[in-house]
């Protein structure tokens, strides 16, 4: 086993909780002992939570806006957040991977400084737009149901694009 000693904290929000259509990723980080379950945990600030094309959830760096965000918070190793990364989309502008204060959610003291997967910048704030400036605190288990995965979306897709038309079209 690697000694790996870097460690990042990473809040997740949406399809990598719990529960959800992308948690077998830290499931696996936990077995290989890349990630490590911190608990449920709160955005310190509001931010927008908004659902996308294809179901995919979108925490919007518009600190302020939407509501205090609920979560989950994991320690990661070097190794897994490169997958992490990956999953993301972070190379190809998708997501980027930001600071964010949060706390535990029974507990309303001790701030925690993490980092989170947010929209990228170049559609993030006209996705909050498009979807009329109301977004949710939390990424729940019926919104989840509505997220397609990489694998049951066209093949030749292109989410960049997806999301720039969608942001684009008026209706």
């Given at each position: 086993m690697?000694?790996?000693?870097?460690?990042?904290?990473i809040?997740?929000y949406g399809?990598?909780?719990r529960?959800h259509?992308?948690h077998?990723?830290?499931?696996?980080?936990i077995?290989?002992?890349?990630?490590?379950?911190m608990?449920?945990?709160?955005?310190?600030?509001p931010?927008p939570?908004?659902?996308g094309?294809y179901?995919?959830p979108y925490?919007?760096?518009?600190?302020?806006?939407?509501?205090?965000?609920k979560?989950?918070?994991?320690?990661?190793s070097?190794?897994?957040?490169?997958r992490?990364d990956?999953?993301?989309?972070?190379?190809?502008?998708?997501?980027?991977?930001l600071?964010?204060?949060?706390?535990e959610e029974?507990?309303?003291?001790?701030?925690?400084?993490?980092?989170?997967?947010?929209?990228?910048?170049?559609?993030?704030e006209?996705?909050?737009?498009?979807k009329?400036?109301?977004?949710?605190?939390e990424?729940?288990?019926?919104?989840?149901?509505?997220?397609?995965?990489k694998?049951?979306?066209?093949?030749g897709?292109?989410?960049?694009n997806?999301?720039t038309?969608?942001c684009?079209?008026?209706?």
């Open positions: 690697a000694a790996e000693v870097t460690k990042a904290l809040f997740t399809t990598l909780k529960g259509g992308n077998y990723l830290i499931e696996d980080l077995c290989k002992k890349d990630a490590i379950f608990g449920a945990h709160v955005t310190h600030q931010h939570l908004v659902i094309p179901g995919i925490l919007i760096n518009l600190p302020g806006h939407g509501h205090r965000v979560g989950e918070l994991y320690s990661v070097t190794r897994g957040l490169a992490l990956e999953l993301e989309g972070i190379s190809i502008g998708h997501y980027e991977r600071p964010i204060q949060v706390y029974d507990k309303g003291d001790g701030l925690v400084a993490a980092e989170a997967y947010f929209a990228h910048r170049s559609f993030g006209r996705l909050w737009e498009k009329g400036k109301v977004g949710l605190n990424f729940g288990e019926e919104d989840g149901k509505g997220y397609v995965s694998n049951d979306r066209p093949q897709y292109n989410i960049i997806e999301l038309s969608f684009n079209n008026p209706s």
